[in-house]
């Protein structure tokens, strides 16, 4: 990829750097665990919150269950869009991606050891820069620590339902040229946009790569996984240090 | 009314005194104004949008229009509530509080100085410690007033369009005393609880006082509605300090 | 305020004189109270319903509860209305006096007396000239102490849970002017529109004050809660002779 | 059918016997036609309403369209029923009712003559006691000829569009005998139930007929049919006598 | 009818000739019974599956229940129509089928010896050409029956609760002659349109007759009933035929 | 993978084995295009429309566009699932699916060549037996192929939009061995599910891997990769094979 090296990124990045990423714990009070999570401008209130009991189809399972909910508040996004619940309809695109946090955290979470308890998992988008559902993830992980905490110490959670981090980011394809964590303004003009799921083990929990304006091929692939990758084991690093502070 | 100086708040404040007031201007970039406003533990951010255009009945009035909307974030309260975009129909109460403060903040907005636009309004609630209408208002108003100043800068509003400061506060009986700014614990066992809205020059905008778990005289309205102007005239040179900051 | 003396109703109709009041008990025959309330040409059809049981929120608490729903028919109005049912959504306007309904008669009722029963209020409006929802409320105590009569007859009801009369009234400010019961014609030019829920004793339910065209001073608030008063006495006395004839 | 001498109906009827018929005119005055029509205990408010213009599938026709509207009060059944805006979506019934009253209504109506205008018909239901859509049929076509009245006169409708008077009526078999116009109670346990709605000149607009509990024959739906035509003549003829009288 | 002589229709039918009818068993595998209907180029699919329990108003009543529901594709029609699940309403003509394909079905089973099970039909039009609802009727008779079987095999249904055929056909007016099935051609065209239920046995479950675009007389729905019944012996012989076959 | 050599499937295939694949063109005759497409026991009619014009966010740009609608009918699945049209809400995964199937057959049109059309994709489940998304964006290329072969000799289409095949197959990981074209049985416990979507130049369009009981390395990635590869090339040459076929 001779490319790269004349490439420049608006915000002067290097292909494969992330935005300046920030986690705040304990950001509201009210749920068992609430997290601001800043991708660049992109900022995320990430909260955990505990439903006793577990939906239907888990009744009488001994496992527990997480749910997660993603959102934008209308005025997040450049034109202020149309508010959801007024409309009396979620977009597809808010399923879609509500659907994929849910995945992406029940892997941080060992539901046998959580008993018949629900996590409920909300992301509400303030501002909205790109990478939106990547924060998310990022940020949900650390909330769900502390809830787990929280919960754990209460006697409501049985045994020590919390695995290993997960984290999430964007990569796409610019110019020809793959590039780690996107803003607004990359994203919609990316020939092809991926967001990739991960433990600390370097395992994926989700890989969604599309080509939007056009397709990529087999190597273009693996140098978006590489830089994927590279940027997740920074934000896990990320969230390990933040979840090693105190929380009082 | 002797029995008031025997009477103690939870959180030791004077009857006549507001919980700690808090205005961020600039809290988000993309709207035209975007406020946090805190009461207390009360949060709501609060911000205009500009949409051109005015709706049907205002359609060629020369005028223009002003819509605010109201919501909790699903995390904002002590229990989690059920999103109302998933339920598919949004609470009475919601609907209730919407068209409060927009009415509110019509009132701060000559609408003949506006050319055909319209401003969104948009309060949302991170946290809620009660009082959460009357701190989206006191917000709102900040963030109304940052987005018109934007507006004729860029030439979009022909006009002056902003008029003079409009707050609101909640004031109740409790114990058979009447308090100022009240929060959760105090309003969800108050007698009365009353909502009032007015303009720098004293002037009411709206009142709302209801006898939630009993009836009040003509004498406790007197009472209420003195601590309210008290209140008010304190928020209202909160609004005025904080918007003579400049924002950058 | 000088000006009253020069100042003509359209209607011909002092300013603090209510329209012709006519409330028709047993105005139809299956739910267990049904009341025909008239304010002029304004004409609120309001019924009592018994519903065993009550919302999850009051189970085994040993009381009881009381809901109420208001809504227009679509050809109530001069120009038809859609029909919220067709529409698949209830609009703000019809949510915010529903629970004002609501809260109002509440205040009638003795939760305590009534057993775990609900009552359901309905107040459909057949014909509106301004003043609906205190028509509505006016209206639905009478209906609500021929249920409660006709439920302890029956035995559903265990003890006496009527309280004394509560009843609604609007006033405004026309040209400068307070005025007492405003039709349409006079509510959609008012400066001040107010609605005032009050009971026999003379205590406030609720105060609803809103300045549609412009502000309101205390001194005008004072001299719409008089006219309020005075018009309210009358209501309680229709209610009070209405009820005393036998039904049959 | 020797059996029907000794048949005796709960309210003594004959068997071709209608219930008391009752058409008011002028029953509210905001729309173009309002009728209260009674059949029996069964009482609908039919209202009908010009709207200027007409649905897309009619632009640039040069006819007009009528639609219909039909709705039951919650309160107007024994047992109290949800309200269709509530629940946020329309019963199946009710669109069934609504399509069959529209059908029948334009078999009143010259849509040539009408100019592209569009007739709203409202039935609302007051009081539930069987054949309500039946009722609302025969009473709209009232309504519908007092607001045609009204908007030649004023000039709103080029044409001469009202046709020859349509009424309808509910026949059923019960205990193995057709019977003439069933109340709820005849209705609920009817084997066969048939709603025949047919102009002056004797010829059917519509015929439901439904074996509710079992089949029935082709003698027993010629009975049913003998039965309809001689209380539709009646029905057509209580019609013609209250559209003669003045309506001021 | 001397004109019918000189009446050509356009597919060359006889006046009371049926259009070509396939039934074909075992369409899908997954439901109880599974049926595709066609009716020359009308096409339904019809299921029939089994739920355990009964609707709420039947429990512990003994007996089961049957439940229909009709839908088309969006794209069976000869324009494509919005999807109904994407619109979030269901339309009147769809719930007006669906109650018409219950009623009739409910005619074919005997509910007491069903057991507190309930029978969901779907009807899935793939392709319409006038006609659909009575295909559907008539399909899904013998998806009914497979249905029953499997389930009185598999000890689920404790009696035997099949009874008699059930089948439906339309017929209509066009250009004053009496003609049997129309297709969408006829039907958008005709003068009258009625669909006729019938058991084996030659007794009505339903009929429906509508005149569109003109009224009809006594004499002519005599005709079209002889011409339904007729083509209704042919259907149910076809169901007998078909339900013979073994399905292996 | 030397595990593969003991490994067996429920149904006898290789691990890199597609199911038998059947596409039929001209199932239906309305639509401009109409597939039924068969992976093994998987059913989807697949089915293109035309509709004039485009949506508001592609007014004016000279170009088309083209979306997607994915649906299971109710009794497709073992267990008959509640229709979506009458819960009133579309689930999450259905937006999911059809979003997914548009961005696919996006990849496979030139919107410039359209001219301001838009092709509207139907694909409704018929029989569903795992990889329902992935039959439908195969058969769905076929039937856009016949819809825009149709809509050029018509000369609604002024160009030549249609580009080189795409196709989709799903890939998974079940106890550890890496297996192609799962059935549901399979695919409701693979620990990894993956859908790739892949044109004839084998440039990727879509590629969803999601670990829904564990998650999986960058080896099996490329396993799973390899097998889909391999997948695709087959399933292309079975599309181009049946539109070699002339289709009268």
Wanted: with cysteine.
């Amino acid at each position: 990829m001779a490319k790269e090296t004349s490439f420049t990124r608006a915000d002067g990045r290097a292909t494969n750097e992330l935005r300046p990423v920030r986690i705040t714990r304990g950001f509201t009070t009210n749920p068992a665990g609430s997290v601001l999570v800043e991708f660049g401008n992109t900022r995320v209130m990430c909260t955990a919150s505990v439903e006793f009991g577990v939906p239907r189809f888990k009744k009488d399972s001994g496992e527990g269950w997480l749910t997660a909910e993603y959102s934008m508040l209308p005025s997040a996004t450049h034109e202020r869009m149309p508010r959801e619940s007024m409309r009396g309809k979620v977009k597809g695109r808010t399923h879609e991606i509500s659907r994929l946090v849910g995945r992406a955290l029940r892997a941080a979470v060992d539901l046998t050891e959580l008993g018949e308890n629900t996590i409920a998992i909300d992301c509400d988008v303030l501002q909205a820069d790109g990478g939106t559902r990547t924060a998310a993830i990022t940020g949900a992980y650390v909330a769900l620590a502390d809830a787990l905490a929280y919960l754990q110490k209460e006697g409501v959670v049985p045994g020590h339902p919390l695995r290993k981090p997960v984290a999430a980011v964007s990569v796409g394809i610019i110019d020809g040229v793959a590039c780690l964590d996107l803003p607004y303004e990359e994203d919609s003009r990316a020939d092809v946009d991926m967001n990739v799921v991960m433990t600390e083990e370097g395992r994926f929990v989700e890989i969604q790569g599309t080509g939007e304006h056009s397709e990529f091929t087999r190597e273009e692939l693996n140098d978006m996984l590489a830089l994927a990758e590279e940027g997740l084991q920074q934000l896990i690093a990320v969230q390990k240090a933040v979840l090693k502070e105190s929380l009082d």
